[in-house]
């Protein structure tokens, strides 16, 4: 095992197999599905849920996923809250970690405000509408549609490309129009890079269908703002993944405040949720370095596969 | 190329300080709001217990159970340590708002009316969202 990985990236290996444990018999650990919570004192689900979003932080950032990704699917599989509160939950600590993340990488250049406020307005209207439908629809429709979005996710993740420095021929019009270009200081390369992009119009059109899912499941929307930043619009990587950050900030907002409205926000669950997963993704990035992470990376991606599949079982109520 | 490092544009900096001190209030908001939930600092809207035993319902049967205010039905219970836990989750999902008012300002001066137009509309979609006239029930 020591060939393929470091004392750490084992470590978080053994955490995640537990994890896959924890998915195919959660009745035997934690008796989730167990309506009434008896059996535990409530500060008991608190701390787990706690400890568990501080693991599920450490293991996203390292994997190179958003938080919120991770946990709607497992949260809802694990613990014996209704979707809705994870939901409202997800959102909530997607929507915590791109404010806290999202100040530095404005401030170095990374993340690019015309960029993201483009795309943000629609997307921000379609999360809107993909938050009202999410909490009207019957909860094993959502659950089903849960499953498929995160196998589709887990999918995309293995398949996607990524493009460093993407060569753009010739910027398309609307992006001239609205000034979408920029200049970064690339660490790597120790120079500045210019960027710029083209097809701005498929951009918004995708934009729309990633803020509909994103309010619809809770979900974050990192897994698919970046490839769209970076393969479809033509921006370098780190601009793609920053200002994938500073996009969720806005359009999860926008969803957040439907949940909210629909008293779909529970604190005694968003609160540890949110801490949790920011103190872990502190120890996740310091980690970053020392890990192996394409090794976490397939851990994490297979963790999706099972647990979009358990959310489309549940979803047939089986 | 000039490889000297790039500084980004005033508006992305307006933005990025007002976001940085608003979200940092609002984490510390929430870090002691929750305690003041969790240890009954303050009388509870719905005891701890109670929602417990029913986060297995769906937020419009355990609104309905326990009679509880949609909307900003909630601001007359501030007082009340779950609500005012609640409170701090929603100054979180305005801070975005906070950090786009302030940014048309810098717009505005540089002129940049494109910008200037789509954080207003931003800021709209935003508000109406907040407002809670959107929305629809189970």
Known sequence: MHVFFSNKSAQLALFAVF????????????????????????????????????????????????????????????????????????LMVALAGALSAGSPLLKKGLANLKLALSMALIGSVSSIFGAIVGLALPSHIVQLALGITIVFIAIIMLRAKKSEFPE??????????LHIQGIYYEDSLKKNVDWQIHRTPVGLVLFVVIGFMAGMFGLGAGWANVPVFNLVLGAPLKVSVATSVFVLSINDTAAAWVYLHKGAVLPL?????????????????????????????????????????????????? | MNNNRVHPDDSQLVYSRVLHWT????????????????????????????????????AGELNQTFKLPT?????????????????????????????????????????????????????LVLVVAASGFVGAGH
Request: charged content about 10%.
């Open chain 1, 168 to 177: 753009i021929d010739k910027p398309d019009k609307l992006s001239q129009i």
């Open chain 1, 19 to 90: 994890g896959l444990f924890l998915i195919f018999s959660p009745e035997v650990v934690f008796a989730a599905d167990a309506l009434p919570a008896e059996p535990l004192a409530w500060w008991i689900w608190i701390l787990l849920l706690f400890v568990f979003s501080f693991c599920l932080g450490v293991v996203a950032v390292v994997a190179g996923v958003g938080g919120g990704v991770l946990f709607v699917p497992i949260v809802s599989s694990l613990f014996p809250f209704h979707l809705d509160f994870v939901r409202g939950a997800g």
């Open chain 2, 23 to 58: 979200s940092t209030f609002g984490i510390a908001f929430v870090a002691v709001a929750f305690a003041v939930y969790v240890f009954e600092l303050l009388p509870l809207k719905v005891s701890i217990q109670d929602i417990v035993h029913n986060w297995h319902l769906g």
């Open chain 1, 269 to 318: 669950i968003a609160v540890p949720s949110v801490v949790g997963m920011m103190l872990g993704t502190k120890i996740g990035a310091k980690l970053l370095t020392k890990v192996k992470t394409t090794s976490v990376r397939v851990i994490v991606i297979t963790l999706l596969l099972l647990a979009g599949g358990r959310a489309i079982l549940k979803g047939f109520g089986i």
């Open chain 2, 71 to 123: 909307g900003w039905g909630w601001i007359s219970d501030i007082l009340k340590g779950d609500i005012l836990s609640f409170a701090s989750i929603v100054y979180i999902s305005g801070v975005t708002i906070i950090c786009l008012a302030a940014v048309i300002a810098v717009f505005l001066e540089e002129k940049n009316m494109i910008y200037a137009i789509i954080a207003i509309l931003q800021i």
